[in-house]
């Protein structure tokens, strides 16, 4: 059993020897080689669009070509198509729609039934490219914000995609452009998903994964989710976390107050329980040409990688359907998004 899964071993349920060695890919050097490349200063800080984002687009399209992902836009990796930004001000003239290209590969599902569902991994592949006038630095690497949640995305794909026996239903792991410009991406692809949005289970969006440096204090062997207590997702997603030796929490209150911040609102407008996993909120170089690959810890990030990862294995293996918490008011309006988005009266 890998080092990881044995030191929980007595406490938790044991995991099937494939899928812990599956997840025991997950490796710190395999996630700072990634990092280090996105957030490298020859992609200029990959804004929308630019010639950095079309490299990064390159490079995560072709990870996910090693992993023997299934292209799932048509025959390419690539969904490309153009969205207007969201306006400036109310009174401010409508903008110049912006060209877009998601990455998109997919992880066909083993049950002849719920292989027609899907759950979603994502991160946000673009940042805010490169400020001219200023003195020093001027490149926004953005290693952390969002570098991290990608490389975080190509490495749990490299480990589900070695199993013998994929989980249930598909996965679809996704690199959104744009999202420093309003959810341009995740916008983009709720208008033309590549699941429908009545079959998408759950989305698992990464933001933030290698800063441990939080300014709310430090953070070690823990992430939070935001919206946690919204669906079912997030009590799922602890448990998940505990079989692989990290703690995926709610913060208080962060986790209800960030939801709305990041590409799973997008998901989450049109229904789907959709979540992002964060291990801090604000760290010192936030939006910041400081965000620079050597600043994060690959140890812990790759420990809480591994977590997420059985986590997506769990929700993508679950033939329950993955509801949101009527309990709870702040989830309501998803909730109502979700009947209609699966023909509910």
Same mark, same amino acid.
């Given at each position: 059993?890998?080092?990881?899964?044995? !030191?929980?071993?007595?406490?938790?349920? $044991?995991?099937?020897?494939?899928?812990a060695?599956?997840?025991?890919?997950?490796?710190?050097?395999? %996630?700072?080689?990634h990092?280090? /490349?996105?957030?490298?200063?020859? &992609?200029?800080?990959?804004?929308?669009?630019?010639?950095?984002?079309?490299?990064?687009?390159?490079?995560? !399209?072709?990870?996910?070509?090693? $992993?023997? &992902?299934?292209?799932?836009?048509?025959?390419?990796?690539?969904?490309?198509?153009?969205?207007?930004?969201?306006?400036?001000?109310p009174?401010?003239?409508?903008?110049?729609? *912006? !060209?877009?290209?998601?990455?998109?590969?997919? &992880?066909?599902?083993?049950?002849?039934?719920?292989?027609?569902?899907?759950?979603? *991994?994502?991160?946000?592949y673009?940042?805010?490219?490169?400020? #001219?006038?200023?003195?020093?630095?001027?490149?926004?690497?953005?290693?952390?914000?969002?570098?991290?949640?990608?490389?975080?995305?190509?490495?749990?794909? #490299? !480990? +589900?995609a070695? %199993?013998?026996?994929?989980?249930?239903?598909?996965? &679809? /792991?996704?690199?959104?452009?744009?999202?420093?410009?309003? =959810?341009?991406?995740?916008?983009?692809?709720?208008?033309?998903?590549?699941?429908?949005?009545?079959?998408?289970?759950?989305?698992?969006?990464?933001?933030?994964?290698?800063?441990?440096?939080?300014?709310?204090?430090?953070?070690?062997?823990?992430?939070?989710?935001t919206?946690?207590?919204?669906s079912? *997702?997030?009590?799922?997603?602890?448990?998940?976390?505990?079989?692989?030796?990290?703690?995926? +929490?709610?913060?208080?209150?962060?986790s209800?107050?960030f /939801?709305?911040?990041?590409?799973?609102?997008?998901?989450?407008?049109?229904?789907?329980? $959709?979540?992002?996993?964060?291990?801090?909120?604000?760290?010192?170089?936030?939006?910041?040409?400081?965000?620079?690959?050597?600043?994060?810890?690959?140890?812990?990030?790759?420990?809480?990688?591994?977590?997420?990862? %059985?986590?997506?294995?769990?929700?993508?293996?679950?033939?329950?359907?993955?509801?949101?918490?009527?309990?709870?008011?702040?989830?309501?309006?998803? =909730?109502?998004?979700?009947?209609?988005?699966?023909?509910?009266?």
């Open positions: 059993m890998p080092c990881w899964a044995a !030191a929980v071993a007595a406490a938790q349920p $044991a995991l099937a020897p494939e899928v060695a599956a997840i025991d890919r997950v490796s710190a050097n395999a %996630l700072r080689a990092v280090s /490349f996105l957030a490298s200063d020859l &992609l200029e800080g990959r804004a929308t669009p630019s010639r950095g984002a079309e490299i990064a687009a390159e490079y995560i !399209a072709a990870q996910f070509r090693r $992993a023997g &992902l299934e292209p799932a836009a048509g025959e390419s990796y690539f969904q490309d198509g153009r969205i207007t930004p969201p306006r400036r001000s009174n401010a003239p409508a903008p110049e729609p *912006v !060209a877009v290209r998601n990455v998109i590969g997919a &992880l066909p599902g083993s049950d002849p039934e719920l292989a027609a569902t899907c759950v979603i *991994v994502s991160a946000h673009d940042h805010l490219g490169e400020r #001219q006038g200023e003195e020093g630095d001027t490149i926004y690497n953005g290693a952390n914000d969002d570098a991290s949640g990608v490389s975080a995305v190509i490495e749990i794909a #490299q !480990a +589900l070695s %199993l013998r026996s994929a989980p249930k239903r598909s996965i &679809l /792991f996704i690199a959104f452009a744009g999202e420093e410009r309003g =959810r341009l991406g995740s916008r983009f692809y709720v208008e033309h998903p590549v699941c429908p949005l009545g079959k998408t289970a759950a989305g698992i969006n990464l933001e933030q994964l290698g800063r441990t440096d939080d300014v709310t204090g430090p953070v070690t062997g823990a992430a939070y989710v919206g946690f207590d919204y079912d *997702v997030g009590p799922l997603l602890q448990q998940a976390g505990e079989q692989a030796g990290v703690r995926l +929490l709610k913060h208080e209150p962060n209800d107050k /939801f709305t911040g990041s590409d799973n609102l997008s998901l989450a407008l049109a229904g789907v329980p $959709a979540h992002t996993i964060s291990v801090g909120f604000i760290f010192p170089d936030y939006h910041r040409p400081g965000d620079h690959w050597d600043k994060l810890d690959y140890a812990n990030m790759a420990r809480v990688v591994r977590g997420i990862a %059985l986590g997506v294995y769990e929700l993508a293996n679950r033939t329950e359907p993955v509801l949101w918490n009527d309990a709870n008011p702040l989830a309501e309006r998803y =909730r109502k998004a979700r009947a209609a988005a699966q023909g509910a009266p």
